[in-house]
């Protein structure tokens, strides 16, 4: 029989079909008792594991190299964690009408989180963009998320309801930064390793993920939180984060023109600028909310499938446009160092962000 395949331009991300399975499995059979508590232990270790091997693969020498772009990462970065946030804090203005204040903390979490690398690397090279720029930006995004997204949430979150606290703070620092120190410091005698059996890595990073997940929704069908969930405000919630999408779509393209921009580097600007990862978003969620994870988590998942069907069709149009051939040697400062960095790059960060 031939295969179905989905249609080049709506690309159905098979990782979120495992989410979704889990999010089902979760609500059938919910861990409770003992089961919860050794789900929960379980969950915190692969967290800690999970930055741990992020720590293992980034390069800090080629994202040092990439600094002498600093005008393209410094634009991606206010993108990501200054303009998103302002975004979200003015989406308070649609509570109660439009979003319960859970779903609107869960927006306002999602415009925290660090962008991703994985997807930003591949959009931008089918658009013809300056890929090394694409992964340097969407490593630093990484990096820095891991000190700024929590130090935000702090900010924002702490008194209007999200649940974070002084004890959360020395969690953060215990589940993400320590391990993710430990493996930059262990990178010089791991990183061998862990790019040499990166494959199978990869299936424990989603695997661990896909445990967050599960034991966040666990909690939250315990918790009875999913009563406060209706298909009006989940609709209200997908109508708002299209919205956020264009805007940052919008902003990323044509501001990086007006800062001077060639067409190159506003690709990698475009995509690394206006999106956010699932996969640092997850375990940041599950520390900073607990029990109420679950909804927190909800719109990142439903923003992450969406920007990758928005982008896929973006890039694919940005492949056809006429500048490409002329622009195609004209990839800014870092794309002198050519397509090897970006390999050695792309192999030690990029393949389990997006």
């Not at 720029?133 to 820095?144: M, P």
């Not at 998320?145 to 649940?163: F, H």
């Not at 506003?266 to 900073?288: D, E, N, T, W």
Request: proline share 5%; aromatic share 8%; net charge positive.
């Amino acid at each position: 029989m031939k295969r179905l395949h989905w249609p080049r331009w709506m690309p159905i991300d098979p990782y979120i079909l495992l989410l979704l399975g889990t999010v089902g499995i979760a609500a059938l059979l919910p861990a409770r008792g003992t089961a919860a508590d050794v789900a929960s232990g379980a969950s915190t270790a692969a967290i800690a594991f999970l930055f741990f091997l992020y720590g293992a693969r980034l390069s800090t020498h080629e994202a040092l190299d990439g600094l002498k772009h600093w005008r393209l990462h410094v634009t991606v970065l206010v993108c990501t964690f200054a303009i998103f946030p302002l975004l979200g804090l003015a989406a308070r203005g649609l509570v109660p009408v439009i979003l319960t204040d859970p779903l609107y903390q869960g927006l306002l979490f999602l415009t925290l989180v660090p962008s991703t690398i994985q997807s930003s690397i591949a959009f931008t090279s089918m658009a013809r963009g300056n890929v090394p720029a694409a992964i340097c930006a969407g490593s630093f995004s990484s990096l820095v998320g891991i000190v700024v997204t929590p130090l935000l949430a702090a900010a924002v979150l702490g008194g209007d309801g999200g649940g974070l606290s002084a004890d959360s703070v020395v969690k953060i620092v215990l589940q993400l930064l320590v391990p993710f120190v430990a493996g930059q410091l262990l990178r010089r005698w791991i990183g061998g390793f862990v790019a040499r059996h990166r494959k199978v890595l990869g299936l424990v990073d989603r695997g661990s993920i896909l445990l967050v997940v599960y034991t966040a929704f666990s909690e939250g069908m315990v918790q009875g939180i999913w009563h406060q969930v209706s298909p009006g405000r989940l609709a209200g919630l997908l109508a708002v984060e299209a919205v956020l999408l264009a805007v940052m779509l919008a902003l990323t393209w044509y501001g990086a023109r007006a800062l001077g921009f060639g067409r190159a580097d506003r690709i990698a600007i475009q995509f690394a600028g206006s999106k956010k990862s699932l996969a640092s978003g997850l375990p940041m969620a599950s520390v900073l909310f607990g029990a109420h994870a679950s909804l927190a988590v909800l719109p990142l998942m439903l923003f992450h499938q969406m920007q990758l069907m928005v982008c896929a069709v973006i890039a694919k149009r940005r492949s056809h446009d006429p500048e490409a051939a002329d622009d195609a040697d004209d990839t800014g400062p870092v794309s002198g160092r050519g397509s090897a960095a970006a390999s050695r790059t792309a192999v030690g960060t990029g393949t389990r962000r997006g």
